[in-house]
């Protein structure tokens, strides 16, 4: 029987990308969205004529209720879970004297409270031996300015990632995150000259942008039996940007 793997947010961008992959790897995948049911859909669709199995579940992580009911779905459906893949988050940019109490309250309750609802039914519920990787982003090493709310969020994310994976002692859990640097996702791109895009590219030695099958990768090998000496790690998947 396959293992059962969580990916939040994973409609677009990375979380599809995951997604995608996980499934490839032979995982049973629920493809969690917040809004539009339609590219989950999609993404299961394209899952399953890859020979894959997926189900897409509505939920936002900001709400306790709504990642219980994500959790009740997957057990339903298939009988537990392995594997959460915290991927859902938002990023604004804004000075921090530009910074709206709205803009503050936002993020904490996507990438902070949302994180925060996901381990906790993941500590409870995740069946020994299994995994979770959350998102931290390279911007929390990096510092750049504009950043702050954000690069915040993030922190609280890799403390979190650090006391679980001591907290879930005895089970043969991971728990570990991964930070990706610039990533060529419709969503970064958006609205970006091509100029900011070249000089972001250039950050990295390698002289590229990361692509989403890139961090797709590195969350493959954390949730694979070849990553289960990885525990309480944050992996840097940016090209050598710091």
Do not use: C
Request: charged fraction near 20%; avoid cysteine; hydrophobic fraction near 45%.
């Amino acid at each position: 029987m396959s293992k059962v793997a969580i990916v939040t947010g994973a409609s677009r961008g990375i979380g599809a990308a995951i997604a995608e992959r996980l499934a490839s790897d032979g995982f049973t995948v629920v493809v969690n969205y917040a809004g539009s049911a339609e590219p989950a859909e999609a993404l299961v669709r394209k899952i399953e004529q890859a020979g894959g199995r997926a189900l897409a579940a509505q939920a936002d992580v900001a709400d306790p209720a709504a990642v219980r009911r994500l959790f009740d779905s997957a057990e339903a459906a298939f009988g537990g879970v392995d594997v959460l893949v915290n991927n859902a988050g938002i990023m604004e940019n804004a000075a921090v004297a530009d910074s709206s109490d709205e803009m503050f309250d936002r993020h904490m309750a996507i990438n902070v409270k949302g994180t925060f609802n996901g381990l906790r039914e993941a500590a409870k519920r995740l069946r020994d031996g299994g995994r979770i990787v959350n998102f931290s982003s390279s911007v929390v090493g990096l510092y750049q300015p504009n950043y702050a709310v954000y690069a915040a969020t993030k922190g609280a994310v890799e403390a979190m990632t650090h006391v679980l994976s001591k907290e879930l002692r005895g089970r043969s859990i991971t728990v570990n995150s991964v930070a990706p640097g610039p990533t060529a996702t419709e969503l970064f791109l958006k609205g970006k000259p091509q100029q900011a895009i070249d000089t972001l590219a250039n950050l990295s030695p390698l002289q590229r942008l990361g692509q989403p099958s890139d961090i797709a990768d590195a969350v493959s090998f954390l949730v694979s039996p070849n990553g289960g000496w990885i525990n309480g790690q944050v992996l840097r998947a940016n090209g050598g940007v710091i």
